[in-house]
């Protein structure tokens, strides 16, 4: 069987929308055979994109009472990242390019 590409575009993106059935009404009206995900930032936090992709990342913090998402570096990194080496830290931080420079490209 023959490998057809639709080539077809999708989209993901913030809506406006505050209900959910008029946003979907919105998409299938203007591009009904485009696969779309709408996230609906307006009808609750956790549908911004930053916070459903970052779902799992070690340190994440949801605050529900702020409505916002952070990460909490305040513990140690390498407790918190088993197996990871942490090369960038408060020092290397306060000064990136000379920290990028100096990093040895294996």
């Known amino acids: 069987m023959a490998f057809k590409p639709l080539c077809m575009a999708t989209g993901i993106g913030s809506f406006f929308h505050q209900d959910v059935s008029a946003a979907c009404e919105?998409?299938?009206n203007t591009v009904p055979e485009m696969p779309l995900w709408p996230q609906l930032a307006n009808i609750d936090f956790?549908?911004?994109m930053e916070i459903q992709f970052s779902e799992g990342l070690?340190?994440?913090?949801l605050d529900e009472a702020k409505q916002r998402m952070y990460f909490d570096t305040s513990g140690d990194l390498e407790e918190n990242l088993p197996g990871w080496e942490?090369?960038?830290?408060c020092q290397e931080a306060s000064d990136i390019p000379?920290?990028?420079?100096?990093v040895k490209l294996t």
């Open 98 to 102: 000379l920290f990028v420079k100096s």
């Open 58 to 61: 070690p340190c994440v913090v």
């Open 86 to 89: 942490v090369i960038v830290g």
């Open 26 to 28: 919105s998409i299938l």
């Open 46 to 48: 956790r549908e911004q």
